[in-house]
């Protein structure tokens, strides 16, 4: 009985090593990354947002000084199925996006890849450190591309790199300025943010594009703007009316320079993000209906103030 207990024994542990081999095989042939799971430092906030891919918000150890969320089960997303990419720069230059989590977590939720710059938030709040740079955005556009052909990441076929835009708010808004140039960009959000008319008003260390930097922009771009009682209005404004060569639009909300993006799902902003987004890089037509027309529906839409130049119909 002793033998027989012992072979059995064998026989399982030969059957699991054999099993183990086979997985690990069909991970290395899979097309799916059917092996590869989201990092566990996973948070998940507001119950993983309000859209149909709930989302969770994490650190990828081999990506430093970045914050990635991104819809949980990744398992609908596909080569015929990708997820659109937005990388993300903080206000005050901050190098986490603590202010801005709601918000992102909320895009994330409607089937998109967000990277934001700089560490991941702690349940304590605000990073204190180093300000974030310019070029943290480019190395998310590099990080996404990269991870979409390695066939051991998590994200292997699941991004669609023809469809990547780059945002930020206040400061974030001048580094994804500064980045404009970016020939995989199709296309930019500035919030709260525009280039100084008056550079000694800026913070030391931040970047400032001179006006000229506007005709570096190659894609549509909308600025999403508190009103004229945040302080980036008149700069945001006075770009928006520079801008004649490509696509333009102009959303007001009255709530200053802070924004909606700590209210639940990202308040008003992340609607009109939201919607912004999946018109210019899902080609959502209904979603274009905000923004295009005699009569645009953000334009109705309670508290909004609208402008838009010629081309945004074309």
């Not at 708010?169 to 296309?187: E, I, P, V």
Request: with cysteine; net charge negative; glycine share 8%.
């Amino acid at each position: 009985m002793k033998k027989q207990i012992i072979i059995f024994a064998a026989s399982a542990m030969f059957l699991m090593a054999c099993g183990g081999a086979e997985q690990k095989n069909q991970c290395e042939k899979s097309t799916e990354s059917q092996c590869a799971k989201i990092p566990e430092s996973q948070r998940v906030l507001e119950n993983g947002g309000s859209g149909d891919f709930k989302a969770v918000m994490f650190e990828d150890s081999t990506f430093n000084a970045h914050t990635i969320f991104c819809p949980k089960d990744l398992s609908k997303f596909s080569k015929e199925n990708p997820l659109p990419i937005l990388v993300w720069g903080n206000g005050a230059c901050n190098n986490s996006p603590h202010e801005h989590v709601n918000f992102l977590n909320e895009i994330a939720s409607h089937g998109y890849l967000v990277v934001a710059t700089g560490f991941m938030p702690s349940d304590t709040g605000f990073y204190k450190g180093p300000m974030s740079k310019s070029s943290q955005q480019i190395e998310s556009i590099d990080w996404a591309v990269k991870q979409n052909s390695d066939k051991n990441s998590y994200l292997y076929n699941k991004l669609d790199t023809n469809n990547i835009a780059a945002a930020g708010m206040s400061c974030g808004g001048l580094q994804t300025l500064f980045n404009c140039a970016d020939s995989r960009l199709k296309t930019i959000m500035i919030c709260n943010s525009g280039l100084f008319i008056n550079p000694v008003e800026a913070i030391p260390d931040m970047p400032m594009p001179p006006k000229s930097k506007l005709e570096d922009i190659h894609t549509p771009v909308i600025y999403i703007l508190g009103g004229k009682q945040d302080i980036a209005y008149e700069n945001g404004m006075d770009d928006f009316h520079k801008i004649k060569h490509v696509p333009a639009f102009a959303a007001n909300f009255p709530v200053g320079h802070g924004g909606t993006y700590s209210q639940p799902f990202g308040g008003e902003f992340s609607v009109v993000a939201l919607s912004w987004l999946d018109w210019q890089l899902k080609n959502n037509q209904e979603a274009a209906k905000m923004f295009k027309g005699e009569n645009p529906l953000l334009g109705q839409r309670k508290d909004w103030t609208i402008e838009k130049n010629d081309l945004i119909d074309k």
